[in-house]
């Protein structure tokens, strides 16, 4: 800095200072301008604004950018590094404005206090914030959380809500436990159990139990622990338990439009399985044209592409009894809030979800939250009762709880524990992963003799493109399945519509057996340029010839919900001529049996699908997943991005490591976030 300039920044107050720096830091790529704006507004609303304060709240939308609802405070003035995840030459400039900031816990709080931008809201606080001030500061006084107002309020609404739908004495219901006892006898019919075989607990058959007494249950576990499984056989005895059953009114929905798809065909084939075994025990005909069609979340809730409100809320709510949501661990916050609001207080709600898995894109992590006590159990003495007379089950006793009162979510949530999807491999790997034992991990990918996982270490982008196009010994499915049925007819006239409709199908089926995920958007191993180089290296192979933005076979995933075409964020579908004009091109997407096109030339905002992230693959399935990790350090790069990555294959997974111990690196990083959420279950437990 040249003299004037020092002169000049010495005339400045500390807060003017501050926000001076905030603005270097920003340029720096450190902050987003977003983050360094909202402290600019703080200090116009609130010109005596304090530099705690304007670090504090372009700090707090920084990491309300990265998925957090809320700053800890004493973290932050603990481990500020830590928090704010700079790289190494940013430490510096971190450690010179800290000097105008308060070394101490109490007195950043009393800088924040100071300012009428903030309200405090005493711990357990039953209200909604009413008084316009744009920050909360929330929590207790040894670990005090900073809010932005609506993240606070999104976080009360739903633990309010979720804690009148799971306690018995707001939510409860009236079991008919003989009758119910017969039911789920004859849903979960199996081989005899003895009363004391403690080690054979259906858990299954419990959850649906459990759902019968209240209006909320969650049930979380690991892919192929039967959780659709579950709810087939929840709806069944619902519907059986109906004194009016053809008034029952069913919805299924979850956050993507294949997730949605994959919910309502696993129910449909559930009901099919057992209604076959029922004979005429049960008429699930009749309970299969009830339900009606699985659908996205925001289209459940009356999504409008020009605003964010909802047409269904609390004032307008759904007209349902009882609503299954699938993927719940890519419900944010706000998405919760609205669901919850929508529905109408006498309805049942039925989360399925992995909380292992990647939260949400955006902020909150409400299904983490939710299952927080879903290891344990923690079954009171009333539930413990409750399970063997309706379910005929014996809980462990390592998941009971000897405290009559503890918890109502955890008395309404239940973790599945038995996976039958994976093979071998596959489920060991993921197991390890979970479990963060990396070196466990890698022994699995160097020890399997059967193809169905492999780890390219020490590899280029070249190595991605190469599985992309040809796959690998032991995991033969890649791009050229799809491109081969495009080529095949695109070049043939069609009979008929129905033939173009079965060719379409054939070629959407072919293109999910393989996927590549990524980790990040940008740099060499993101999914920009994985998708730019792979669309060029199956052009030179010869399997593509595309030419400008729109051509046959390209890949596109929906990037923002757009109701009126009937397309929301996610969905992943095909470019291919139309049947009508073979000139024309539309983009096919394919959910369960539906097919849906819609014409690129109004599809705007759309990107090449080769590669997307591993946040994006929640809710589907593929063949072959290739997972590409790239090489330095990177804090996008965690243990649950590695495990929702890994439980995406059916069949066979690929590392793609940019260096060998990246893998390890990402396993020993776990993504938690900060959140609000859990206090209220512990404060009103």
């Known amino acids: 800095m040249n003299t004037d300039g020092a002169i000049v920044r010495a005339a400045l107050t500390p807060s003017q200072r501050m926000l001076e720096t905030l603005f270097g830091w920003t340029e720096r790529g450190w902050l987003r301008r977003l983050d360094s704006a909202l402290a600019s507004f703080l200090m116009e609303i609130d010109a005596q604004a304090t530099p705690a304060l304007l670090f504090s709240v372009a700090v707090l939308a920084r990491v309300e950018g990265q998925g957090h609802t809320c700053l800890p405070l004493r973290r932050l003035v603990l481990s500020p590094n830590e928090v704010l995840g700079w790289p190494v030459q940013a430490h510096e400039a971190l450690e010179a404005a800290w000097r105008d900031l308060p070394q101490q816990v109490n007195d950043w709080v009393a800088a924040l206090l100071a300012s009428p931008a903030v309200q405090q809201i005493p711990s357990g606080y039953a209200a909604i914030s009413q ?53 789920l006898d004859l849903l979960f019919a199996g081989p005899a159990r003895l009363p004391d075989d403690r080690s054979r607990m259906d858990w299954q058959k419990f959850a649906c139990a459990l759902a019968l007494r209240a209006r909320m249950t969650v049930i979380t576990g690991g892919p192929g622990t039967g959780k659709t499984y579950t709810a087939a056989r929840l709806l069944a005895l619902l519907f059986a338990m109906q004194p009016d059953p053809e008034r029952f009114k069913i919805a299924l929905a979850a956050p993507t439009g294949k997730a949605a798809a994959r919910l309502r065909l696993s129910i449909d084939q559930s009901l099919e399985t057992l209604n076959a075994g029922l004979g005429h025990s049960l008429d699930l005909g009749r309970l299969t044209k009830r339900i009606g069609a699985a659908r996205t979340l925001h289209s459940l809730l009356g999504a409008s592409s020009d605003t964010r409100r909802f047409r269904f809320n609390a004032a307008h709510p759904l007209d349902i009894d009882v609503l299954i949501v699938d993927e719940a661990s890519m419900v944010n916050l706000e998405m919760m809030s609205a669901l919850l609001q929508a529905l109408p207080p006498e309805a049942k709600l039925v989360l399925l979800g992995d909380k292992d898995q990647l939260d949400s894109v955006e902020a909150g992590a409400v299904l983490g939250d939710l299952c927080r006590d879903a290891v344990g159990g923690h079954y009171n003495p009333q539930t413990v009762a409750y399970a063997a007379e309706v379910a005929g089950q014996v809980i462990p006793a390592q998941f009971c709880s000897s405290q009559s009162v503890s918890s109502c979510l955890a008395q309404q949530t239940v973790m599945l524990r038995e996976s039958k999807r994976f093979g071998a491999a596959i489920g060991e790997l993921a197991g390890a992963v979970n479990a963060g034992d990396a070196l466990q991990a890698r022994q699995v990918l160097t020890g399997d003799t059967t193809g169905a996982v492999f780890a390219f270490t020490h590899s280029t982008p070249e190595t991605v493109f190469e599985v992309a196009v040809n796959g690998r010994p032991g995991a033969a499915a890649c791009y050229a399945d799809y491109l081969s049925h495009v080529h095949h007819r695109s070049a043939q006239p069609f009979a008929d519509e129905a033939a173009h409709t079965e060719w379409v199908k054939r070629v959407l089926v072919a293109f999910d057996r393989f996927r590549i995920l990524c980790a990040v958007n940008e740099g060499d191993w993101g999914t920009q340029a994985v998708n730019r180089s792979v669309q060029a290296a199956l052009i030179q192979r010869g399997l593509l010839a595309g030419r400008g933005e729109w051509f046959a076979g390209r890949p596109v995933m929906v990037t923002r919900n757009d109701p009126d075409l009937g397309v929301f964020n996610g969905d992943v579908g095909v470019v291919l001529p139309s049947h009508l004009n073979r000139t024309a091109l539309r983009a096919y997407f394919q959910d369960g049996e539906r097919q849906r096109s819609v014409s690129v030339s109004r599809l705007a905002h759309v990107e090449t699908a080769f590669a997307m992230t591993v946040h994006k693959s929640q809710g589907s399935e593929f063949e072959h997943v290739a997972l590409v990790l790239p090489s330095g350090r990177n804090e996008h790069l965690s243990r649950e991005l590695v495990y929702t990555g890994i439980t995406r294959a059916r069949t066979s997974f690929t590392l793609i490591e940019g260096q060998e111990d990246i893998l390890a690196q990402a396993i020993t990083r776990r993504s938690a976030r900060a959140s609000g959420l859990g206090r209220y279950f512990e404060f009103f437990s």
């Open 131 to 183: 008084s316009g001030a744009p920050l909360v500061l929330a929590g207790t006084t040894a670990d005090p959380v900073l809010y932005l107002r609506r993240y606070w309020d999104y976080e009360y609404r739903v633990a309010l809500d979720v804690l009148r739908r799971t306690a018995g004495e707001a939510g409860g219901e009236i079991v008919d436990a003989a009758l119910a006892r017969e039911k």
